[in-house]
């Protein structure tokens, strides 16, 4: 019964980290679209590198609103 445990809580874990993969994929291919309007050098603009935090941060707030409203809802 305990490896069933273990197999669950490893599953969990599992699940957990392709999610954050995920969404880490998704915030970098809307946030790199909307910031980054011409060829990358070799270091972002002040713009840019604003434009990316403040994009990623939405990003991030808004799957917690959205994941908490989902909770709320159970």
Partial sequence: ?????EL???LEEEKQKAMV????GKITNVCWDKCITGTP????SSSESTCLTNCAQRYMDMTV???KRFQSMQ
């Fill in 1 to 5: 019964m305990e490896n069933s445990a």
């Fill in 65 to 67: 609103l959205i994941m």
């Fill in 41 to 44: 050098g070799s270091k972002f």
């Fill in 21 to 24: 993969s995920e969404m880490v």
């Fill in 8 to 10: 669950q809580r490893f």
